[in-house]
């Protein structure tokens, strides 16, 4: 296959999402390439301060394609919802699908008035997969005309997510990585995969991030081994090594993730701030505070402090009513002006011509590891990590290495067993007969295990816990074990 020849988005009906070497050698290759400062109409010098928004988008997919359970066809939920609108908040059906499409109609739009638009898009690979499943082609064209345009590189900036929405607290490190590198293959066989070498910054489903050391130190390394510059952090869920809180959450800091083994690794962290995340990006709030900010020291220089907020492009009153005419407004308020609107990209390429680099932010590290470093050597081991944990976990029952999230009080292990057994069975039977094998990936076969691994470890599993959606899980977790057993 020639580097320009088109990737398929399926292959015998499964998604594209086992990555390919043709795929990791384009992110190689474009990693320290600057993909949006060439192209950016903000006259960064002149400035005060920007500011940010990234739109998050999830839809699980569900085994509902029929009346029976065990043989059901796995669809988009919103299928199921389109096909059953009478049911609860179903009607909103049309409504979350147009929230998947407009910015695609409202950039084109802004700029044709000479404005200058942005966003940063996280949109799940099982979401778009369903959407493309179910017949939305709309939805996707009007993604992928402001994604390969060249005049619109400039506007909207991809995130890279896992494929089937995991949480990394709770993912087996192996499985989170399979999640990254398929959603690049996937994002690659819908959008392009030029468009895939301008994917930079990283977005954590649920905002969640690991503070157990190794599993922490696992997925910055993976995130940096699949070429990302950048990860999205929400602020209460990392600390100065000193065990403070983050001061200037509106400059980027670098997160700096050390295993029991001693081994360190770091990537540049965009602080999202605090709050009630759809009511402050529907109602553009990022602007409002950023328009009060005024340039910042960093390293001997004055920069301009960049306020970020991430929210559900499509959860929620405000964001499928609110934010629309509330972005326009925004956008043309804030174009030209001395508080515009970037991407973090963007941003982080400006900086790098201003000779301020990785190196040059503050140090974090995940909450709750100070208290850990306190009392273990470095270098100790796995076991003594353990010890030590234990230790602090028995004199005080409110540590835990469970990891931090959107609200720090919702937990991704504790009350989720019933789901996480059979996950996790899985899981296991995935690496022993699979992985640990070495079966090609561009085998049907382990795509489809693939494939349902992948889907059962949605964050919408473990956070209902109980009900329908454990059975659904059940029963994807049942199928995935029947294709291993049966084809490994």
Request: aromatic residues 10%.
């Amino acid at each position: 296959m020639s580097a320009s020849a088109p990737i398929p988005e399926t292959i015998d009906g499964i998604p594209n999402i086992a990555i390919t070497k043709q795929v990791e050698e384009k992110i190689a290759s474009s990693r320290n390439q600057q993909a949006f400062g060439p192209k950016s109409d903000v006259q960064f010098n002149n400035i005060k301060s920007a500011c940010a928004i990234a739109l998050h988008m999830q839809q699980p997919l569900i085994p509902a394609g029929g009346g029976d359970l065990r043989t059901a066809g796995i669809i988009s939920n919103l299928q199921y919802m389109m096909e059953n609108q009478g049911i609860g908040d179903n009607h909103n059906a049309p409504v979350f699908a147009w929230c998947y499409k407009r910015i695609g109609e409202f950039v084109p739009q802004l700029l044709a008035e000479g404005k200058q638009p942005r966003a940063m898009l996280e949109y799940s690979g099982e979401l778009l997969f369903g959407l493309r499943q179910m017949g939305q082609h709309d939805v996707i064209d009007s993604l992928k005309h402001i994604t390969t345009d060249p005049s619109m590189y400039h506007t909207v900036e991809w995130l890279g997510c896992p494929w089937g929405h995991a949480v990394a607290p709770s993912t087996p490190v192996q499985d989170y990585r399979l999640n990254v590198q398929a959603w690049q293959q996937y994002f690659a066989a819908t959008f392009g995969i030029d468009a895939l070498e301008r994917v930079r910054g990283f977005s954590p489903s649920e905002m969640a991030l690991p503070n157990h050391p190794d599993t922490a130190y696992e997925f910055v390394k993976t995130l940096v081994d699949c070429g990302y510059k950048w990860v999205l952090i929400q602020e209460h869920t990392v600390e100065l090594p000193n065990g403070g809180g983050i001061e200037q959450r509106h400059l980027p800091h670098r997160l700096v993730c050390k295993n029991s083994s001693g081994e360190e690794v770091s990537i540049i962290a965009i602080i999202k701030t605090q709050g009630s995340d759809t009511k402050l990006v529907a109602q553009m709030q990022p602007y409002y505070e950023a328009k009060s900010l005024s340039r910042w020291e960093l390293k001997g220089k004055q920069i301009p402090p960049l306020v970020t907020q991430i929210a559900d492009g499509e959860n929620g009153g405000v964001m499928m009513n609110e934010f629309p005419s509330k972005y326009m407004e925004v956008v043309r308020e804030a174009s030209h002006s001395e508080t515009p609107m970037m991407n973090a990209s963007e941003y982080l390429e400006f900086l790098s011509d201003a000779g301020i680099t990785e190196k040059d932010f503050t140090p974090i590290q995940p909450i709750l590891q100070k208290r850990i470093w306190d009392r273990f050597t470095d270098g100790s081991g796995p076991e003594k990590m353990k010890k030590v944990i234990e230790e602090i976990k028995k004199e005080d029952d409110r540590f835990h290495m469970e990891g931090g999230s959107w609200t720090n009080d919702i937990s991704w292990v504790q009350g989720y067993q019933d789901v996480m057994d059979p996950i996790d069975k899985l899981s296991a039977l995935f690496s022993e007969k699979v992985l640990s094998k070495g079966t090609p990936k561009n085998n049907t076969n382990y795509m489809n295990a693939l494939y349902h691994l992948l889907v059962s470890q949605t964050s919408c599993y473990r956070y209902w816990g109980q009900g329908l959606w454990t059975d659904y899980a059940k029963e994807i977790c049942r199928r995935g074990m029947e294709i291993i057993n049966s084809e490994f």
